[in-house]
């Protein structure tokens, strides 16, 4: 067999697609050890993928379209079992990394019984329960004797944190809490796993003692019976029923009437309260925000992950559908030799690329955040929600605007549940809404954004953090893309750093000024939000683009180098037409510049062109894990898209039910009438 580069070539693959794999320039293995931040973890993504291979009981029974809701939470649930039976023949114990590719494999990104339990029910445990409460349990979450979710969402309120309804009265005499929920729209709702696989949640409530109101703080809530799982006395629960995606997780509900539990079940790290009903504040207001926070660091990734699903199968499956001539004497093409085809979708590749290397920065800062809260030291606590605020914002829109672009890339095809391309949407289009609605999110960055506005314009420059230096630095007067001999990446950054330093400083000014002429402060806010949600969308493609040539610096191997430059050319040109409207208005870039910007983009669209498919490939996603008769490692479209339709289940039968209740009767009749 020849050494390929690409190491997803097999024989017998369809010869289109095995066209693209040969001319790629680059190892797709060392490839994959950027997208993973480690040869090790791409390693072991790889190993566990085999494995899995060769356990067909982890295998899907039937495609996922065709099972009904109910079929696929008893599908999942097996399945969850046996990964748990078997969990240390497979991954190393307690390596997050390895369990969220295991579930990806296993289990799909349509959720699981447990979803919830491992994203926020543990990661609440481990960062806001004190020592004596972890012992108590959170060995036993780790080991799966219970099961449990993180609620805090309710039917009224999910971003106002402070308006939640569901109370925690701490009653001095019997030392407990009573939980209780007095209206319709204090029904816990949206939780995960919630509605029918928790027995129990981290419950999110207003802490009341002795009527003075603490404000939003977690409680260990026991929800149903441990070895009946009827739902306990005083507790109403179920599923909220049927959403656009994610249907194997049980989004639920849950009410309180006046239920009781003991004071020791407040989450006590940071924050404590004592018999007598003493409140001892923590060290930072929104400590007990970490479980979110947690989410919105990891989410990066995973958005990353479900856009390179999107793009794998449109990169894949442009390569072997051929439809049309773009020289009339030459035969059918590849749809991906269309400009505009490698338009949509080579500069979603970039980003998703981007994103990865950028979500790898940010689990890096949670990291030393969460070591740093656990000595005490909450200095880092609001650069890591900004940060993470925006991120999770601009990611997640970008994350569903490309995964459309990719199904629509794939034609009618991509209308097809056999694409996949829907649920990969609809999951991921959740992360626009979910861990903080993006314009919400994107407000609490600008808050950060205009704090630091203030210091440049009272000239205390010094004192910004390094997210932000730039806002205190001089621009040049124009940008000086292509107008220097060898325009590089430097360029790029310090116009992307003018757009967003300009847009910041003007939407401050916006604000201030709206102020200083009398408006209230949150009036004055509302009526810059637009402008300050444009100045956190920019900053936030900054920081992408940074991280991005951050990660190509770095890259030592040259092959990987040059291709990873290449992508990011392609970004930076895309990135900066996409917000040209800004470069422009003050004349920083002109239109000859933006010709310029232009050509290099269709210059490394071509030139990405013979890496596309390599690059797709470098993510190494299995078959299992895609789930997509379009996106098929080998290839063999056809021929698998005809198998899938005979395999729906209206295909069963020739004449189905329907027919011979409704139509049979109604074209007999309609024809009796005639006659
Ligand atoms: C590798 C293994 C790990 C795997 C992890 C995988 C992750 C997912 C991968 C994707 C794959 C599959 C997808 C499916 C997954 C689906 C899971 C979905 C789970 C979803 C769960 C939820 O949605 S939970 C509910 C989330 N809810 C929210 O996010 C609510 C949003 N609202 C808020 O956060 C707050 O209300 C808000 C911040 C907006 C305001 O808070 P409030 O207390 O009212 O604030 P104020 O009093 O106004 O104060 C504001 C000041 O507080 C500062 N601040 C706020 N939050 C923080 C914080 N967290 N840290 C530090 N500081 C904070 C803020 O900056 C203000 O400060 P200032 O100085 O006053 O400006
Ligand atoms: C798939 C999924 C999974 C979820 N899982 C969980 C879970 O496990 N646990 C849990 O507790 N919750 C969960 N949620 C709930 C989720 O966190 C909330 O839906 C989310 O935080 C948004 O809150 P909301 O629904 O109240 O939106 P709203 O706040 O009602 O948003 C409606 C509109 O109002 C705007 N808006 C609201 N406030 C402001 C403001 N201050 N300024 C400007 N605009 C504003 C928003 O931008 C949006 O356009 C989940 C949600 C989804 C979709």
Sequence with gaps: MVHHQNKAIREGDNPDLTAERVTGTFDTHSMAAQIYNSEAHARRRREITEIIAKRPELHDTKPFPFMTREEKILES?????????????????????????????VLGIEGHPMALHGIMFIPALTAQASEEQQKKWLTRAINREIVGTYAQTELGHGTNLQNLETTATYDVATQEFVLHTP?????????????????????????????????????????????????????????????????????????????????????????????????????????????????????????????????????????VRRQGQIDTTQPEVKVLEYQTQQHRLFPYIARAYAFVFAGAETVKLYERVLEEVATGNVSLMADLHALTSGLKSVVSHYTA???????????????????????????????????????????????????????????????????????????????????????????????FQHIARRQTLKAADKFFGLMEKGEKRPIA????????????????????????????????????????????????????????????????????????????????????????????????????????????????VYENLFAWAKASPLNKTDVLPSVDKYLKPLMESARASKL
Aim: some cysteine.
């Design 183 to 319: 209206t319709i729209t204090g029904l816990k709702w949206w939780p995960g796993n919630l509605g029918k696989s928790s027995n129990y949640a981290v419950v999110v409530a207003l802490m009341f003692i002795k009527g003075k109101n603490y404000g939003p703080h977690t409680f260990m809530v026991p929800l149903r019976d441990e070895k009946t799982h009827q739902p306990l006395k005083g507790i109403t629960i179920g599923d909220i029923g049927p959403k656009i995606a994610y249907n194997v997780t049980d989004n639920g509900f849950l009410g309180f009437d006046h239920y009781r539990i003991p004071r020791t079940n407040l989450l006590m790290r940071h924050t404590r309260v004592e018999p007598d009903g003493t409140y001892v504040k923590p060290p930072h207001a929104k400590i007990n925000y970490s479980a979110m926070v947690h989410v919105r660091s990891h989410m990066i990734t995973g958005q990353a992950i479900m856009l390179s699903y999107a793009l794998t199968i449109a990169t894949r499956y442009s390569s």
């Design 401 to 495: 605007q490309g995964i459309e672009q990719a199904r629509m890339a794939c034609g009618g095809h991509g209308y097809s549940q056999a694409s996949y391309m829907s649920e990969i949407f609809g999951v991921a289009v959740g992360g626009c809404t979910y861990e903080g609605e993006n314009m919400v999110m994107l407000l609490q960055l600008a808050r950060y954004l205009v704090k630091s506005a203030s210091l440049v314009k009272t000239g205390q420059s010094s004192k910004l953090g390094p997210l932000v230096a730039y806002l205190g630095a001089k621009s040049d007067s124009t940008s000086l893309i292509d107008r220097t001999p060898t325009t590089g990446f430097a360029e790029y950054v310090k116009t």
């Design 525 to 636: 806010w509302n009526k810059s939000s637009v402008e300050l949600n444009r100045a956190s969308r920019l900053h936030t493609r900054l920081y992408i683009v940074e991280a991005f040539v951050r990660r190509v610096e770095e890259v030592a191997d040259p092959r990987l180098k040059e291709v990873l430059t290449d992508l990011l050319h392609l970004h930076v040109n895309y990135e900066l037409l996409d917000m040209s409207t800004y470069a422009l208005e003050d004349g920083f870039v002109s239109s000859s510049q933006l010709d310029y910007v232009r050509d290099q983009l269709y210059f490394y669209l071509a030139k990405i062109r013979p890496n596309a498919v390599s690059l797709v490939d470098s993510w190494e996603f299995s078959d299992q894990e895609l789930r997509s008769v379009l996106g098929r490692r080998d290839g063999h």
């Design 77 to 105: 649930s097996r399945k969850l079992t046996l990964i748990t039976k078997h969990m240390n023949e497979i991954i190393e114990p307690n390596n997050s990394n390895e369990m969220f590719h295991l579930n990806n494999e």
